[in-house]
């Protein structure tokens, strides 16, 4: 069953057309990558999906309700969490306030102890300034928000990029964990190898058309032709 069913989607900055007619779908309990080059139009998808690009017409549908004309605000309340390239960290609050800003949503939002569970580093960090944390801290950080706030399905924009080879492992075995757990997660990623360990399938972006979809086979057959067209 789709969790998420994109029909036709086109999205526009000011005069400027971004995304064209794409399709594309994520089923429930499914881990799907958006690859392509920067400039491709991936960001601009996860942002149409959660409302953030005010232009945009064709369907998207979340869980069997059209949700193209909702405010941010409502989409996330349907259990949507979003997770930018930048993190979203407030850098003057401290890690447990960081944590609890958003209010849980629903019996599916994973209380403190589960989240500390899975990321220790934050119990231990809990009282200290999000920006003495550091990068790969910053993304966990960044992850367990909307787990804490009850997401069913998590948009992650490029979690690894500019992160040591160790706390890319991490974070693929926190995203691997979060899978096992019931979510459904969209992931933005560059890193072909990390992407074909976590995910069951790819789209590839270019020029904002969806022009192939790939499974993890094709990617891992493909690497070095796709790095070449990524620019990696």
């Known amino acids: 069953m789709s969790m998420l069913e994109i029909t036709n989607l086109n999205a526009y900055y000011g005069e400027s057309h971004v995304l064209h007619g794409v399709d594309m779908s994520v089923d429930a309990g499914e881990v799907v990558t958006l690859i392509g080059r920067n400039g491709a139009g991936k960001t601009t998808l996860l942002k149409s999906i959660i409302g953030d ?11 069997g309700t059209e949700i193209l004309g909702l405010s941010p605000e409502r989409i996330c309340k349907m259990r949507v969490g979003f997770v930018p390239e930048d993190r979203g960290i407030f850098s003057t609050l401290n890690v447990f306030e960081n944590l609890t800003i958003g209010r849980p949503n629903g019996r599916d939002a994973w209380p403190l102890e589960r989240i ?22 910053q993304q966990m950080l960044a992850i367990a928000r909307p787990l804490y706030m ?12 500019g992160l040591a080879p160790v706390i890319v492992d991490a974070i693929g075995a926190v995203i691997k964990q979060i899978k096992q757990a019931g979510l459904t997660i969209l992931l933005v990623e560059q890193n072909l190898p990390f992407a074909t360990e976590l995910a069951d399938r ?19 057959e493909e690497e070095e032709t796709l790095l070449e067209h990524l620019g990696v």
Request: proline share 5%.
């Open 150 to 161: 009850g997401a069913s399905f998590l948009l992650l924009d490029e979690p690894t990029e």
């Open 116 to 137: 500390y569970e899975l990321f220790p580093v934050l119990k231990a960090r809990s009282s200290q300034k999000a920006s003495s944390l550091s990068g790969g801290e």
């Open 53 to 63: 690009i005010p232009h945009r017409t064709g369907s998207i549908r979340f869980d």
């Open 202 to 220: 790819h789209y590839l972006l270019e020029n904002g058309h969806i022009v192939r979809e790939m499974t993890n086979r094709q990617v891992s």
